[in-house]
């Protein structure tokens, strides 16, 4: 085995540095953490390069020596400048330089199946809250992931993390003009559901409105959905709160309604 690399290595410090947002997009890279995100980012042919410790090695050696068969750099760091690379307070030792994969917003809209399903978090903040949201996408199959406004970038760690690997598997587009995105999708003959408590229209009785393309919007986890962007979707829809909850997460009323419309999409 080589020398591991060292924390001042150039090579360490250049990957560390990809940590902040600027060098993503000066650099066109980002790094994906942890078993979990690295087999998907391998997967899909995304990794430029794998850095992993001794230690890492032992626990995953057949992701490592796939990696290296592959064709994918495969370097030795110290266990120092693991942690340097990491940003979690127990480092995996397994991180990988990536492509960065967002996609344009007319290139998500080609990608779609018919009916398209889309979810549309509006100025979401919080990294977890966007890695999660994204993790639940994927899991009920939605055709993207459309980030709009001023938005978390989900090449941030922390929304890699909480993605669990499916910022791999799904499409994934940012507008920051958020008229312009609500725009294209209504060009795109897509409807748009706005998640408010007040909507006139019940999740319970969506079903006819589901079966067709829709994008659903959720709103900012701290001010929820804007009232003009709200009155700017096709309907307002309610989830039912049938205990004494006041209302639900970002995250939570995301699964109830992308999973409502996966149910309608797949039944039969």
Not at 8 to 22: I, Q
Not at 185 to 200: K, N
């Amino acid at each position: 085995m080589a020398e591991p690399l060292e924390p001042r290595n150039p090579r360490v410090v250049a990957a560390a540095k990809l940590h902040r947002s600027a060098q993503r997009r000066k650099t066109g890279s980002f790094l994906a953490e942890g078993a979990n995100a690295v087999t998907a980012a391998l997967e899909t042919g995304r990794v430029r390069e794998l850095f992993y410790s001794a230690s890492a090695a032992q626990r995953e050696h057949d992701l490592v020596a796939g990696a290296a068969a592959s064709g994918v750099r495969t370097t030795v760091v110290s266990e120092r400048a693991a942690q340097h690379l990491g940003e979690t307070v127990t480092a995996p030792g397994l991180v990988a330089v990536c492509d960065l994969l967002d996609i344009p917003l007319d290139e998500l809209l080609i990608r779609a199946a018919a009916p398209a399903l889309f979810a549309v978090p509006v100025e979401i903040a919080e990294p977890g809250n966007a890695g999660t949201l994204i993790r639940v996408a994927d899991a009920v199959g939605v055709d993207g992931v459309l980030l709009a406004g001023d938005t978390v970038d989900p090449h941030n760690g922390k929304c890699v993390r909480a993605s669990a690997g499916s910022l791999f598997h799904v499409p994934v587009a940012r507008e920051r003009d958020v008229t312009a995105a609500l725009d294209a999708l209504s060009a795109a003959g897509v409807t748009l559901l706005a998640t408010t408590a007040r909507g006139e229209l019940d999740l319970d009785d969506a079903d006819p409105v589901l079966a067709g393309p829709v994008a659903w919007l959720f709103g900012n986890e701290a001010h929820g959905l804007a009232p003009e962007l709200a009155e700017r979707a096709d309907h307002r829809v309610r989830i039912p709160i049938r205990g004494r909850a006041e209302s639900l997460n970002l995250a939570a009323a995301a699964a109830i309604c992308l999973y409502a419309s996966s149910r309608i999409r797949h039944a039969g």
